[in-house]
DNA sequence: AGCTCTTATGAATCATTGA
DNA sequence: GTCAATGATTCATAAGAGC
């Protein structure tokens, strides 16, 4: 079997992202530092200035990204003055005009908000993840994420009702049966463009962007074994370290050396690891 | 005791609301036809158009409505070329700068989402219900959309509960083990930002943009009895209806003459009602 | 009333065909 | 060439039917 690697840089995402190559990364999943008015806090970009500090990386992203890759962006607006910013919005434009295609908004829906009240406004418990691409044709691998139909499912397809055989009869002519057996082999659905996960609570010393699920579902969804999944972002090492679990090598940058270090201790072991079984695939 | 009116005009949005008066409606809650790249659709706006089309309707709506009052708009971009449109955020930035106030995003999670498989996209399964403010401070009596708080929410505070007292007794000080047990105690909640419903299955002859529940849960949150509520794009009149059976007074508008008589025989009737009761709140 | 089982269909998207 | 219309796809829900 073949060897994983993790690179890991420490630095600016906007100079590191330089040394990788033209068209090699097949997945991008980050979460970038929110918007913040508050300076001193870590990665704390004013919202007037996200747009102009995000998009020399997200060059950078395009030139590095495979043209069958993907880029999934987790962020939301943050609210400012009583009303939502509209950086991000206006990130999404100007990176249309820089190239990407804006394929698709996934919704994560966070389960466990922690309750809260505020006079004007409820608790805030979605993200958006903005999936982005260089063409319009990109591998997905729809099949990997495919989750447990209903039980109506079963107990309809018994008795197939006449309705659906009618339906298929008058629009495909004979040979519904073939699609017929399509349905009965089927116990899985595909999901659709809403994630429902809880958020983490992780009661370690660094706080995780994201629960694990919310990564592994996108390398599943976008890449094979032995892709490359890039994080310039990575914080705690949430996506790589998933990335490694799934037989995906990682390439992860973060300019506080704190989490540097910390990623690095986790993660180079991998580089010496020859993988020969598939079955840790599964965080958990 | 009051009287309730429900007022109907047959027309273009654009002139008919030129017929209302300045600071005249609590709620306005819409659906406007979405943008559609085939003419020959009943209000098939071209997304190139859209903003275009739309903003002169919206300087109407900012002049009519109530400096208390919110105007929430349900919109979701279609897919053109194997992309998202952009045409939503536009009418967001045009619509600030307009004077309208982006107060907040809530999504309509459609549990029963239109199925069908594409190579390189799921289900779209959620909408976009956008809050537009005149004025930072509006009315939302958040009490009266309050949710029974299940059993899984209690044990997940429980749990969560020590966490989180260290980690705001770390940041604020003490204190907060009172605000947990307040939580506790509680058997409702306020809801999220998020809302599950699912789209109206209607077997009659007219279909509804958006199920009942919609409607409702924005006139309970918005609005208090004999408040106006405004629907500039009706359709078969979802919202005026609800808002009638809710005792608010309606107002619509729209181009269509089928809709127009429809919901003119279905609302006039409101007119010559005294409601004596309020047993017919709520829906079913 | 309360179940279960049956049935229709929904602001959807893509590939193909036709003008 | 572009642009517009047609057909195929197939999940979760509510209303309706039956017990």
């Not at 929110?34 to 004013?46: E, L, M, W």
């Not at 005009?97 to 466990?112: A, P, V």
């Not at 073939?178 to 983490?200: C, F, G, Q």
């Amino acid at each position: 079997m073949k060897k994983l690697f993790a690179d890991i840089y420490l630095g600016d995402s906007k100079e590191k992202l330089k040394l990788l190559g033209d068209n090699s990364i097949d997945l991008i999943m980050t979460s970038p530092p929110y918007a913040d008015q508050r300076k001193s806090t870590y990665g704390g970009i004013h919202p007037d200035n996200y747009v102009e500090w995000f998009l020399p990386i997200s060059e950078q992203l395009l030139r590095i990204l495979k043209p069958s890759g993907t880029f999934i962006l987790n962020i939301k607006e943050k609210v400012v003055n009583g009303e939502r910013s509209t950086y991000v919005m206006e990130l999404i434009l100007a990176m249309r005009k820089q190239g990407w295609y804006w394929t698709e908004e996934f919704i994560w829906h966070k389960k466990n908000s922690f309750p809260g009240k505020w006079p004007n406004r409820f608790r805030d418990s979605w993200e958006r993840l903005l999936q982005f691409n260089k063409e319009k044709k990109f591998h997905m691998y729809q099949d990997e994420v495919m989750v447990p139909m209903g039980d109506w499912a079963k107990a309809r397809l018994k008795n197939l009702s006449e309705t659906d055989k009618i339906r298929d009869n008058s629009k495909v002519g004979s040979g519904f049966g073939k699609k017929i057996s399509n349905w009965l082999d089927r116990d899985m659905a595909y999901p659709t463009n809403v994630l429902h996960l809880a958020t983490e609570c992780n009661n370690k010393n660094h706080s995780a962007a994201f629960p694990q699920e919310l990564p592994q579902w996108f390398i599943k969804l976008f890449t094979k074994e032995h892709d490359v999944v890039l994080d310039p972002f990575m914080g705690s090492g949430t996506t790589l370290e998933v990335a490694n679990r799934m037989i995906r090598n990682s390439v992860g940058i973060d300019i506080v050396p704190e989490y540097y270090e910390m990623v690095k201790e986790k993660l180079i072991p991998v580089d010496l690891v020859l993988f020969e079984e598939n079955e840790k695939y599964e965080p958990k």
